[in-house]
């Protein structure tokens, strides 16, 4: 089992940066694929960003690409999301998530995470 702890979010005006970290518990973190996800209100959560354990290979939705990066840092039981050039509709809870697995496959549904963290809001102004 997984414990996270989501970090990095606050007020940012359009254009602006901010960084994500995720924080995992336990000592086998680099046995999890990881994602992010983000909920604005009245919205269904979705996917932001996912990476393979070895963080070799990653995923993002076309809202983000080209603006977001997903890193993870094993030996720090970290992943990271390095978000770029903000806007508004950014503006969410950003969640991260881990699932078990056992090869470098990448997973966009949520479904497919059985742990998750208490999130971090984010909020663009314009």
């Known amino acids: 089992q997984v414990q996270l702890v989501e970090s990095g979010g606050g007020l940012v005006q359009t254009g602006g940066s901010l960084r994500l970290s995720c924080a995992a518990s336990?000592?086998?973190?680099?046995?999890?694929?990881m994602g992010w996800f983000r909920q604005a209100p009245g919205k269904d959560r979705e996917f932001v960003a996912a990476?393979?354990?070895?963080?070799?290979?990653?995923r993002y939705a076309d809202s983000v690409t080209g603006r977001f990066t997903i890193s993870r840092d094993n030996a720090k039981n970290t992943v990271y999301l390095q978000m770029n050039s903000l806007k508004p509709e950014d503006t969410a809870v950003y969640y991260c998530a881990a699932v078990l697995t056992s090869t470098n496959e990448i997973y966009r549904n949520e479904k497919t995470y059985a742990y998750w963290g208490q999130g971090t809001q984010v909020t663009v102004s314009s």
């Open positions: 990476c393979s354990r070895n963080g070799l290979s990653t």
């Open positions: 336990g000592r086998t973190f680099s046995s999890y694929a």
